[in-house]
């Protein structure tokens, strides 16, 4: 069995589905393009500390709930943890 894992956009997109649901692709895309200024395509896992700290920005303006908003940026930050585990660092 040779399945592909999953980019780092898709990973990124499955967490927000949680906090965001349907506008979850929507969100990352414009969070993506406007802070980052690359495609969506293009994100990599060195990305994804700014992209993290802008999300926090974004959804502290949507929401006062700490809680919600550590969570979400926690489980993203996972992500970059276990990118370096697997990278050896």
Request: no cysteine.
């Given at each position: 069995?040779?399945?592909?894992?999953?980019?780092?956009?898709?990973?990124?997109?499955?967490?927000?589905?949680?906090?965001?649901?349907?506008?979850?692709?929507?969100?990352?895309?414009?969070?993506?393009?406007?802070?980052?200024?690359?495609?969506p395509?293009?994100?990599?896992?060195?990305?994804?500390?700014?992209?993290?700290d802008?999300?926090?920005?974004?959804?502290?303006?949507?929401?006062?709930?700490n809680?919600?908003?550590?969570?979400?940026t926690?489980?993203?930050?996972?992500?970059?943890?276990?990118?370096?585990?697997?990278?050896?660092?």
């Amino acid at each position: 069995m040779n399945s592909k894992s999953p980019s780092i956009y898709e990973q990124v997109l499955k967490i927000t589905h949680k906090y965001l649901g349907a506008g979850a692709d929507n969100f990352i895309d414009k969070q993506v393009e406007n802070h980052l200024n690359k495609s969506p395509a293009d994100l990599s896992i060195t990305d994804l500390s700014s992209l993290i700290d802008w999300i926090k920005v974004t959804v502290s303006l949507i929401t006062e709930d700490n809680t919600v908003i550590d969570n979400y940026t926690g489980e993203l930050q996972k992500l970059v943890s276990h990118a370096k585990l697997r990278a050896g660092h």
